[in-house]
């Protein structure tokens, strides 16, 4: 019996330190999956194609998570450049992945505003009916028994304000696009969990509270006519020295969703090394706080139905595009692992938000 299957065969309580609640005994090559899977909660990561191709990288996933978002290789861009011509490769790829090493898959993203050329090219309301009902159906169907969770939306709102996004979907189809996304989904696979995904939901500022307010009033509009709505999605991305968690107002819209019976997933969750920076009167938090706080509120107030990190190691990520500066302090993405593959204190505030679940 090899380490990893050894560990998952022996019961949690052994593996736990009860000082503190601490989990000094845990093994480090348990990793994070151990806990999550003891509490069957979802825990999962961003994946890039070159993640299951390197083996050190890979094995911080198998250790680590117990579900996996491919990053890009489920949007429109990858896989239907041209009409009705489509790619899965990479997607496959990642997916068997998954599936040897039994982890769940959420899919990432059906209907965004960025999309090949010739959609936003489409100018009659009927045709692009035919291309998002073809997509969709083409998209959910090949993994009807590999993808259990989808980000049907992604981004309906402006990143910034609480307007509904101009976009090729909406100036044809008007706001009611929303509505035909999930319900093409739906028919497509009448099993998954169908996700609204937005930005700033759980962050501080009037006008991110507008958000909350408008993203409930979208749900209450799809549960009223029976869209088969099942999360939110809150991306929970922290900019450079910009953003400030809001456990209340983020604990009331979790509370708000939970009462129309629509759960909530964590499904971005990544930060910055600027974030610690004192900036417009916000006191410095630890990668800890954040990453736990998000987990907590969610799970206290909301019905949450899985946390997703985006990425695991800043070893593999990409530069930040926001940094141009390549000798700054901080030039990538935040996640678990820093460039040296070291477990960060994200990893400690994740272990006790699951812990007290």
């Not at 009659?124 to 169907?141: E, F, G, P, S």
């Not at 968690?245 to 909530?264: T, W």
């Amino acid at each position: 019996m090899n380490r990893r299957r050894f560990l998952a065969s022996v019961p949690l309580a052994l593996l736990y330190a009860r000082a503190g609640g601490a989990l000094a005994q845990l093994p480090p090559a348990a990793g994070l999956r151990a806990l999550a899977d003891g509490k069957s909660f979802r825990f999962g990561s961003a994946i890039d194609p070159q993640d299951i191709t390197d083996p050190a990288a890979s094995q911080i996933f198998i250790e680590n998570v117990n579900s996996i978002t491919p990053r890009n290789e489920l949007k429109w861009n990858a896989t239907e450049k041209r009409p009705g011509v489509f790619s899965f490769a990479d997607a496959d790829r990642m997916v068997a992945f998954a599936r040897k090493n039994n982890m769940r898959v959420y899919g990432h993203t059906l209907i965004w505003y960025r999309v090949p050329d010739w959609v936003s090219a489409i100018t009659d309301a009927q045709t692009l009916r035919t291309a998002m009902n073809r997509h969709i159906k083409q998209v959910v169907t090949r993994y009807k028994r590999s993808i259990d969770a989808w980000d049907v939306v992604n981004e309906p709102l402006e990143y910034d304000a609480p307007d509904l996004r101009d976009c090729v979907f909406r100036r044809l189809l008007g706001d009611d696009y929303i509505r035909m996304s999930f319900d093409m989904a739906h028919e497509a696979n009448p099993g998954a969990t169908l996700v609204l995904n937005e930005t700033h939901l759980e962050k501080k500022s009037d006008v991110f509270e507008q958000k909350r307010a408008r993203v409930l009033k979208i749900v209450e509009d799809l549960v009223a006519k029976k869209t088969p709505i099942g999360a939110v999605g809150l991306q929970s991305h922290f900019r450079p020295g910009f953003d400030q968690i809001d456990p209340e107002g983020m604990g009331r819209f979790c509370a708000a969703l939970k009462d129309m019976g629509v759960g909530v997933f964590i499904t971005e969750l990544d930060a910055s090394c600027h974030f610690l920076k004192r900036e417009k009167g916000f006191a410095p938090a630890s990668y800890a706080e954040i990453f736990g706080d998000v987990i907590t509120v969610a799970a206290e107030r909301g019905d949450l139905k899985g946390a997703t990190v985006w990425g695991m190691s800043e070893k593999y990520g990409v530069r930040d595009e926001k940094d141009s500066d390549p000798n700054a302090a901080c030039t990538k993405r935040v996640n678990l692992y820093d460039e040296n593959n070291d477990p960060r204190s994200s990893v400690d505030g994740i272990k006790r938000a699951i812990e007290a679940m």
